[in-house]
């Protein structure tokens, strides 16, 4: 069974009677689901990733405390700590009294303030550049089981995608150090004769390709470990998977150069398809054209690798 779904079937079965019986003044207050960390919630878990931190749970999630006392949150958590600690054959993880928690009761100002720095979740420019957007999947992924008043909800749909003025800075970046390294710099480490360096041209490219990849989807990035697999489900993209792994997996022996020359070009011709530019299309030009566009004028005078990386 999947994580997230012995999650909601224990909230289901228990947290939300215990919640309606024990609290109903609260329970239109309060929030309860899944999310965060942990591979469960993107729904990349698997029987290897029940070796820790796998156990059936929810997170009840709390508005301020001018809503929901400090009180009234020792009162839940005290609840919420006796709930039957077996289910489908799994068995709950205790909770830390000092916090740091995955599960159980989480306010949601704390939970923004850890992954954003603010505790609204409002975003100005600098934080929306520079945040790694495996926060914000942390934020926006998993599954909320019940919201009635709205307050988490809302908050997520506002953080699921990138503003377009961020979304165009992130494209022309990446895809100009993609072109930067996948093309010129690796081409350069090979007339050089380092092959170590030309292979970490390639682990650059692939990363900034990725990003440019991921963006076009209107999809976050995760970090490192799930990367490939969420690369592999994007639609217009995912074919490419294959080849990104050929790429920085395979030696940079002479059979196997002009091979990894073909995959970076169509890599790129995509990017740039979808992007809206014609095949053929110059990657750098391109890259300036989509700065250009840029209507937020600071956020288009900085640097245009303002926003490359992750």
Not at 155 to 170: G, H, S, V, Y
Not at 193 to 215: N, P, T, W
């Amino acid at each position: 069974m999947k994580g997230l779904e012995l999650s909601e079937q224990y909230y289901r079965t228990y947290g939300e009677p215990m919640l309606k019986e024990k609290f109903p003044e609260l329970f239109p207050k309060i929030a309860a689901g899944l999310i965060g960390s942990g591979s469960e919630v993107l729904g990349y878990d698997d029987e290897t990733s029940q070796d820790h931190d796998f156990s059936p749970g929810f997170c009840v999630i709390l508005p301020g405390e001018e809503v929901v006392s400090r009180r009234e949150a020792f009162l839940l958590e005290r609840a919420y700590s006796q709930l039957p600690e077996s289910f489908e054959g799994f068995t709950r993880q205790k909770l830390s009294p000092v916090g740091g928690n995955r599960l159980g009761v989480i306010r949601f100002s704390d939970f923004l303030r850890q992954r954003t720095g603010s505790p609204t979740g409002e975003l100005d420019t600098y934080d929306w550049l520079t945040l790694p957007e495996q926060n914000l999947l942390e934020i926006t992924a998993g599954k909320i089981f019940s919201d009635p008043s709205g307050f988490v909800s809302e908050i997520r749909e506002d953080l699921r995608t990138l503003p377009e003025a961020i979304r165009l800075k992130k494209l022309a970046g990446n895809l100009l150090y993609a072109a930067q390294a996948g093309v010129y710099n690796y081409e350069r480490c090979l007339e050089h004769k380092e092959s170590g360096a030309a292979q970490l041209s390639l682990f650059d490219f692939e990363k900034s390709a990725m990003q440019c990849c991921f963006v076009l989807s209107e999809r976050y990035m995760p970090y490192y470990k799930w990367r490939f697999r969420a690369f592999r489900e994007l639609p217009a993209f995912g074919h490419h998977a294959e080849k990104m792994e050929y790429l920085i997996s395979s030696p940079n022996e002479a059979e196997n150069v002009e091979k990894k020359r073909e995959m970076i070009t169509g890599i790129l011709e995509d990017i740039l398809t979808a992007a809206g530019f014609e095949k053929g299309t110059d990657p750098g030009k391109a890259a300036y054209e989509l700065n250009d566009k840029i209507s937020d004028g600071e956020l288009r005078n900085l640097n245009i690798l303002a926003a490359a990386g992750e």
